[in-house]
T-cell receptor, first 114, second 117 residues
């Protein structure tokens, strides 16, 4: 029973446009959400995170939005660049003082087309 | 730069062999590290939480006798896949986070591709 869901296995976006990746969760105990980027045969690279006390966090081209009532978060990348092509994982954790592992979605493969 | 180092990156071995994977935090002390496993086109699944100086905590369905975890120091955790079989072939990834004060992200190693023949 997946607690973190990324319903789009892949997404194709034109270079320069906005990429929007979506994530839904079911566990209301989650209080910290993260987005990771992953290339084949490499570990995930941390991109951006958001605490449940916020509804938006921005870092350069990356913005994460959190809608707690809908249990939904999204990652916006603007403008999209060819180097953004990768698999993006949404992850969540519950309160645990750092002692809890992350629960991941299945990932969305973002393809940026020139 | 990398904050978590994982070694080896790729292992091919015969069925029945035991394989040890090392995970090191490079610039901070990690009292807790995590081990994940990823099958092709699937999400990363938490296998166990490695606690420095105490026993690891395993997720449901993960055999503790099969996947031995040792966290002997604040910068090193090891995962040993004992008597590996072809079904153990997978991508194993470790992570660590700086001591949590105000939500710290986990940083991941580059993973180990394990192939059992």
């Amino acid at each position: 029973d997946q607690q973190v869901k990324q319903n789009s296995p892949s997404l194709s976006v034109q270079e320069g446009r906005i990429s929007i990746l979506n994530c839904d969760y079911t566990n209301s105990m989650f209080d910290y959400f993260l987005w990771y980027k992953k290339y084949p045969a490499e570990g995930p690279t941390f991109l951006i995170s958001i605490s449940s006390i916020k509804d938006k966090n921005e870092d350069g081209r990356f913005t994460v939005f959190l809608n707690k009532s809908a249990k939904h978060l999204s990652l916006h990348i603007v403008p999209s660049q060819p180097g953004d092509s990768a698999v993006y994982f949404c992850a969540a954790s519950a309160p645990g003082g750092g002692a809890d592992g992350l629960t991941f979605g299945k990932g969305t493969h973002l393809i940026i087309q020139p | 730069g990398a904050v978590v180092s994982q070694h080896p990156s790729w292992v091919i071995c015969k069925s029945g062999t035991s394989v040890k994977i090392e995970c090191r935090s490079l610039d901070f002390q990690a009292t807790t590290m995590f081990w994940y496993r990823q099958f092709p086109k699937q999400s990363l699944m938490l296998m166990a939480t490695s606690n420095e100086g105490s026993k690891a905590t395993y997720e449901q369905g993960v055999e503790k006798d099969k996947f031995l975890i040792n966290h002997a120091s604040l910068t090193l955790s090891t995962l040993t896949v004992t008597s590996a079989h072809p079904e153990d072939s997978s991508f194993y990834i470790c992570s660590a986070s700086r001591p949590r004060q105000n939500n710290q992200p986990q940083h991941f190693g580059d993973g180990t591709r394990l192939s059992i023949l």
